[in-house]
Every structure is written in structure tokens, then in C-alpha cells.
């Protein structure tokens, strides 16, 4: 016995047999890590949470990696605290429902509001503390108006001025959620009332006190609206308090005036009626319209009428008849009428009365830069001066720069 003990021999390993075993155990590894990322490849991702992204923009957010495709790594290595540069979201998990699903559960900011601060959006809590700022802003969040702060701090508090509005703004956000009608905006006046703009209407709720039964109202008025301009007064809800609606009245122009028709409902673009039969009056007039009707040229300078001549019938210069290039040309002044209301293309006066100031620019040459009438154009084409004797001055261009830095504020 102990002489076979004796005569065992340990075995020798060659290069070639190391390399094989070597080789061996790399290939059964590598075979392993496929089998391990094939059998457990993520072929399903279910988003829990969101409602700020999409699943597509979630997935595209968290799961950032090739190590996201297995099922088992994934929940290891994507779950996080801290989202990081993802806005509106805190943290997330991702676990594993099967080899081949993965769960991402997202835990979001909770904005109950934002206001304008600077040029972005700045999203609060309904403790009112800053949770987020952008530049765009999210139509699913009420949007304040008339709210102030000096200065913001991420994640602290803004300096709002008292508590009542920031409970106010809470309080109307947990309306809208509930009843799905977040208006375009909600403004605070100086005397924080509350206004509610949706569209071309503005519900005003005046001060914060019974919002559940304004709100009540407002949602079961809102519909009866459709289409409508003007402001729904609900600042009382009392049984005897009447809610009305003071519709606002379109100012009739010549752009919207919607007639032409005769009684009889034939199109003269002249008639007073509408395509429905309704009187709706003659075309209002332009401002093209009112100049021409205002204009007292026509004359030449011998006093003949015309037509085309630029002065009135007195003799006296009043410029060319206004088209509609001249009046485009005026922009938003509103002048070129004289003090009895006559349009004379340079007068400083509109068409009420009211005084204007000189035409903003001088295209036509009948005004100096202090915008006075100082001279006229001639038949010829030519520019004088009816107001100053140049041949009598003797100013030889010099200067001896003896300007006292006076002023007399003409």
C-alpha cells in the first residue's frame, strides 16, 4: 500500500493543456454573459407616474445606456433620488416585473402654480416654494398674473408678500385640478381681487371668500358662452345676488363690417344689410374717407378748381389730396388736420380735435425740423420760403463758441 503511494505521480500540465483549459473556461464564461443579457433582455418598459412626459421621453430620460436592456442590471443601476437635470421630476425607481419587463416608477414635482419672473417661469409648491423655472411654460399649470417677488431661490420659498395669496393661489389650483377648467391665466389686481381669463371671456370672482360656489357657477356658466366676448361678474354668490354677463360690444369698422346687401338680399357692396337680412347700417367710414371728405384743395394757384390743384379756394397752400399711400405712410400719427378740421396734410390736429404734434417724419418739405410750416411748394416744383427774408441776413458762418449752455425750454 504505502509503496503505491510512493509511485504516485503528479500530473504535469503542458502549455497547450493550460491554454485549453483556459480556453474552456473563457468560452463557458462568455456563453454565460449571453445567455445572461439574452435571456434577460428588456423587451417591455412600463412608465408609472408621469404625466409631465410622455413614456417615449421618460425612457429616453432614465434609461440612458446599454447596460438599460437587462432586466436585471437596469433596477440596479438606473434607480435614483435625485433626478438630476430632469425637470418637474424628483426621483424614480425602475424594477423588474419579469425577465423581459422592467417597471419605471416617477416621482414627480407637484407645481400647484407658476409666475412670470424675468424671461421664464417660475413653477411653486403649495408651500410655495420654487421647484422649478423654464422658458416654456406648461399649459396644465395654472398661470398667476399679478403676483410679485424680488428675488428667487431654488428650491425655497418665495418672498411673497403674506400668506393669503399664496393660499389663495392653492386653493385655486385645487379647483381646477378637480374640475379640469384651468383658465388661460388668473390675475390679482393692486387690491388682490381675482380674475379668471378664459379666452375672450374674463370671470371676475373679486375677493377670496366662497371660490367653491364661484367656481360652481362659473363652470356651469362658462358653456352658455361659446363664442362670446365679455366679463361674467360672479363677486357674488348670495341667493339674491344675479350674476350678469357684460358682453363686450365690437367697435364697427370698414374691416369687419359684415353688410353690402340690399333688403331684398341682393349684394350691391353698398346695402346696409348683412347676407342674413339683419340691418347692420351703412359702411363705416375710413381714414382715407374722412381726409378726402376734409380736404379743401382742388384749386390751382390761379384759383381755378381742378380737381388734382393743391391749394383750397382762398389760395392758400394745403398739399396734394390724401391717398391711401399718404395715410400708410402716417403710420400710427393720426394728424394732418388743422385747427377747424380741415385736412391739410402737415395741420397737427386729428380728426377730433385733438392735438397731435407734427407729423413724426418730414417727407413732403412743408415742415422744418421743429415741425412749423415755414415755406411752400410752388407750381414749378419748387420750395420757398414765406416766412423769412434770407436775402436780408448777413451771417457769415462763423462761430465764436460763446454758447452760455442756457436753455429756455421752447
Excluded at 425607481?93 to 421664464?120: F, W
Excluded at 396734394?320 to 388736420?337: C, F, I, K, S
Aim: charged share 25%; glycine share 10%; proline share 4%.
Amino acid at each position: 500500500m504505502s509503496s503505491t503511494s510512493n509511485n504516485w505521480k503528479k500530473p504535469k500540465f503542458t502549455k497547450k493543456t493550460w491554454k485549453i483549459i483556459i480556453g474552456s473556461c473563457a468560452g463557458a464564461l462568455l456563453a454565460g454573459v449571453i445567455f445572461f443579457f439574452t435571456y434577460y433582455n428588456v423587451e417591455t418598459v412600463e412608465v408609472m407616474g408621469s404625466s409631465h412626459y410622455t413614456k417615449e421621453e421618460v425612457k429616453e430620460m432614465i434609461l440612458r445606456g446599454p447596460l438599460a436592456s437587462n432586466s436585471v442590471l437596469a433596477p440596479l443601476l438606473y434607480s435614483s433620488d435625485d433626478a438630476g437635470d430632469i425637470p418637474f421630476v424628483e426621483g424614480f425607481r425602475v424594477k423588474q416585473v419579469n425577465r423581459n419587463t422592467i417597471a419605471i416608477s416617477v416621482k414627480e414635482k407637484k407645481p400647484v402654480g407658476c409666475i412670470p419672473y424675468l424671461d421664464s417661469y417660475v413653477y411653486f409648491d403649495r408651500n410655495g416654494v420654487f421647484i422649478e423655472s423654464s422658458v416654456e411654460r406648461v399649459e396644465s399649470v395654472p398661470y398667476f398674473d399679478g403676483i410679485q417677488v424680488s428675488h428667487v431661490i431654488k428650491d425655497e420659498k418665495l418672498p411673497i408678500k403674506g400668506t393669503t395669496v399664496l393660499n389663495t393661489a392653492v386653493a385655486l389650483a385645487t379647483i381646477f385640478e378637480k374640475n379640469q377648467t384651468i383658465p388661460d391665466h388668473i390675475v390679482f389686481d393692486q387690491n388682490y381681487q381675482i380674475s379668471l381669463v378664459y379666452g375672450d371671456i374674463t370671470v371676475q370672482l373679486g375677493k377670496d371668500e366662497n371660490l367653491e360656489e364661484k367656481m360652481a357657477r362659473a363652470i356651469a356658466i362658462l358653456p352658455q358662452l361659446t363664442g362670446e366676448k365679455g366679463i361674467l361678474h360672479l363677486e357674488n354668490v348670495t341667493d339674491s345676488a344675479k350674476n350678469t354677463f357684460e358682453r363686450e360690444i365690437e367697435e364697427v369698422t370698414s374691416e369687419n363690417w359684415n353688410g353690402g346687401y340690399e333688403e331684398d338680399g341682393s349684394y350691391t357692396g353698398t346695402g346696409e344689410y348683412d347676407e342674413n337680412g339683419n340691418h347692420v347700417g351703412p359702411k363705416p367710414k375710413t381714414a382715407l374717407d374722412y381726409a378726402l371728405e376734409s380736404w379743401p384743395g382742388g384749386y390751382d394757384e390761379e384759383g381755378d378748381y381742378t380737381g388734382a390743384g393743391e391749394y383750397d379756394e382762398n389760395g392758400n397752400y394745403v398739399g396734394p389730396a390724401p391717398t391711401q399711400e399718404t395715410m400708410d405712410a402716417n403710420g400710427d400719427w393720426l394728424g394732418g388736420y388743422d385747427e377747424n378740421g380741415r385736412f391739410i396734410t402737415t395741420g397737427e390736429y386729428d380728426r377730433e380735435g385733438n392735438y397731435v404734434g407734427p407729423r413724426p417724419e418730414n417727407t413732403d418739405g412743408t415742415e422744418d425740423s421743429s415741425g412749423d410750416s415755414t415755406g411752400e411748394d410752388t407750381e414749378d416744383g419748387s420750395y420757398e420760403d414765406t416766412e423769412s427774408d434770407w436775402s436780408d441776413t448777413s451771417y457769415d458762418g462763423s462761430y465764436d463758441g460763446s454758447y452760455d449752455g442756457s436753455y429756455d425750454g421752447y
